[in-house]
């Protein structure tokens, strides 16, 4: 006999997956977007699953698991871990399907998510906060589901690979045309199992390209070592793609599939939300906007090479962010291009120290977004924390130049310090 393939047998299951969703969930537009297409010189069409009932692509995989359990089965209720998006495709086919779900969810999960979880699931469902981690939460989610719930897999199974990948189905049928790059952003890996052995099987010409975040590069680790591997901390700021551990199923379809791997900045992935809101008008998530943020569009961080005048899809995968983050996205993009830099500064405690600070330091484009006396004292000078905001970042070693030239004590933060993350 020869070997199994996983990746033949998930492509078998995929158009009945595409059947059972049907007027399930809506068939989100495919868009041309000029402003990324400018950019990279290339046309870059974004499949826009931000727009499900839910705001992501995880309707697809929940659906289609639960749609298929016995009566047993749904008189048990389910139980699933998730960072946010997950859970809401749950609560969406609970009440769909009339069956009770306990979604668990980390701590850390933006109340917003929270909230959709809940009203989007009704009296279907309870939510329930454990641990730090979707990792911790999935420990939870098992532990529940052996005491007789059956579990609902955010991504390590192969119904939820297979309705995940009707996506990639659907927007082909709306391009009308092949693409020659499709580019998907990858948490626990069950997105990219389903889209890439239905594009192994159809398209295998089709170059297929899975996006990590720096901070979370899971799949990544699994393929170094040749198995899963658990990584030891994780940058939870993506929170629907930082997982710590590939799926068992999802990682052996993944190495069957030889995809490209990349990975982005977290930083990298706020600029991109950003252009995304100004001038596409797109709300996308942290994870919404990882696949997208790999583009060769110039600017900083690591980026991916596609040829000039290909045709790329690209998933915007979920737009469930909450408002309150966008402060904290606003800072970590401008640290990542360099404009935003923080010094603790000796000042003489005497009246005018400021403004000599200000008037002999700062350029005429830069500005002082944060001052702050780390330590008021007796002494001829006292520490302050200062950030300072480039007005143009290739302008840094003229401000060092003039920060020497000052006179003053100064010490900069840099980013890999301990404490910088009491700043961001």
Known sequence: MGRVSILADLA????DAVERLEGIVAHTPVQLNQRLSAATGSEIW??????????????RGAYNLMSQLNEEEKAAGVVCASAGNHGQGVAFS???????????????????????????????????????????ASEESVRLASQGM????????????????????EAFDQLGFVPDVVVLPIGGGGLVAGCAAWLRALHPEVRIIGVEPEGAPCVAAAISAGRPVTLNTIDTFVDGAAVRRVGDYTFQAIREARIELARVPEGQICTEMLDMYQTDGIIAEPAGAL??????TGGVGPRVQIPTGSRVLVLVSGGNNDVSRYADVVERALIHEGRKRYFLVEFP????????????????????????YVKRTNKETGPALVGVELGNP???RFLLQRI?????KTEEIAYDSPYFTFLV
């Open 12 to 15: 078998e299951s995929i158009p």
């Open 46 to 59: 974004l499949k826009r699953e931000d727009l499900q009932p839910v705001r992501s692509y995880k309707l």
């Open 94 to 136: 609970a009440a769909a399907l009339g069956i009770h779900a306990t979604v668990v969810v980390p701590h850390p999960t933006p109340r917003q998510k929270r909230d959709r979880i809940q009203k989007i699931g009704g009296r279907y469902v309870d939510l329930v906060l454990h641990g730090a981690t979707y990792d911790e």
């Open 150 to 169: 059956v579990l609902v897999p955010a991504f390590n199974d192969p119904r939820t690979a297979a309705g995940q990948a009707t996506l990639m189905v």
């Open 291 to 296: 696949a997208a943020a790999s583009l060769p």
């Open 349 to 372: 405690q005497q009246p005018g120290a400021l403004r000599m600070f200000l008037d002999s330091v700062l350029g005429p484009d830069d500005d002082i977004t944060y001052f702050e």
């Open 394 to 396: 290739g302008d840094y």
């Open 404 to 408: 020497d030239e000052c006179g003053m």
